[in-house]
C-alpha cells in the first residue's frame, strides 16, 4: 500500500512538473481518488448492514455505517467560485473547505474500514 501511494504521489508530481494543471483539476484528481475508496467500501457493505456501529468498549454513540457514508458528502468547487468565503465556516474559501473534506475523508474511509472487516468483509481496496 505504501509503496501504491509513494507511486500514486510521485506519478502526481511528475505529471504536475511536465504539464500545468487548474486547481480544479488537481483537486478533483484527490475527491475522484477519495471517492473511488468510499464509494467502493459504501459497496460492499451489505444494505441490511448499514445501521451496524460498534457497541463494545468506548463505542458508544458513534455513527452508524450510513451516517458516516452520508458524512462525506462534498460540495462543488470550480476555478470561479474556489476563493469565495464561506460566512458559515468562519469565512474559510470554499477551496479550504472542499481540501479540509478530502483530508477528513480519510479518517471517515477508515472508520468504514474498520466496520466492514467488524462484519468479516474485506475492503474492497485491501482485495
Known amino acids: 500500500m505504501f509503496a501504491a501511494l509513494v507511486l500514486s504521489g510521485t506519478y502526481l508530481v511528475a505529471q504536475v512538473a511536465t504539464s500545468p494543471h487548474t486547481v480544479s483539476q488537481v483537486v478533483d484528481f484527490w475527491v475522484t481518488n477519495t471517492e473511488q475508496l468510499v464509494v467502493r467500501a459504501a459497496d460492499a457493505m451489505p444494505e441490511g448492514k448499514y445501521s451496524f456501529a ?66 468479516n468483509i474485506v475492503p474492497p481496496a485491501s482485495r
Not at 77 to 102: C, F, H, Q, W, Y
Open 54 to 119: 460498534p457497541s463494545n468498549g468506548e463505542f458508544s454513540g458513534v455513527r452508524t455505517f450510513a451516517e458516516q457514508v452520508k458524512h462525506l458528502a462534498a460540495a462543488a468547487l470550480d476555478e470561479n467560485n474556489m476563493d469565495d468565503p464561506m460566512p458559515s465556516k468562519g469565512n474559510r474559501t470554499r477551496l479550504l473547505m472542499l481540501i479540509d473534506a478530502v483530508v477528513h475523508s480519510s479518517n471517515h474511509y477508515g472508520q468504514m474500514v474498520e466496520y466492514l472487516r467488524m462484519n
